[in-house]
């Protein structure tokens, strides 16, 4: 069974920088893509980024550009989400997921990670 733990969320102030961390544990584990997701107050979780997990290819959401990077440890098991240049609109729940190894399914939809951690909390003041 696949276990990810985030870490790193918090209250920061707007035009500041967090940096999210989710580790991943389970017998022989292994993935395809690692994402991270948001849900806001009221919204429904969205994407925010994601890495295919050999090549390191990273893929953002138009919201997130040039403000987040996503990166990895592979002998870790670990991701992680740097975040700079923080807005208010980022405020809500991280979430860190990971799909099988061999699903070729969309980065950018839920329904492509069976694996989820609990979330992070990111508040940004204004």
């Known amino acids: 069974q696949v276990q990810l733990v985030e870490s790193g969320g918090g209250l920061v102030q707007a035009g500041g920088s967090l940096r999210l961390s989710c580790a991943a544990s389970?017998?022989?584990?292994?993935?395809?893509?690692m994402g991270w997701f948001r849900q806001g107050p009221g919204k429904e979780r969205e994407f925010v980024a994601a890495i295919q997990w050999s090549s390191g290819v990273t893929y953002a959401a138009d919201s997130v550009k040039g403000r987040f990077t996503i990166s990895r440890n592979n002998a870790e098991n670990t991701v992680y989400l740097q975040m700079n240049t923080l807005k208010p609109e980022d405020t809500a729940v991280y979430y860190c997921?990971?799909?099988?190894?061999?699903?070729?399914?969309?980065?950018?939809?839920?329904?492509?990670?069976?694996?989820w951690g609990q979330g992070t909390q990111v508040t940004v003041s204004s």
């Open positions: 997921a990971a799909s099988r190894q061999y699903w070729s399914g969309s980065y950018y939809i839920t329904t492509t990670y069976p694996y």
């Open positions: 389970g017998r022989d584990f292994r993935t395809n893509y």
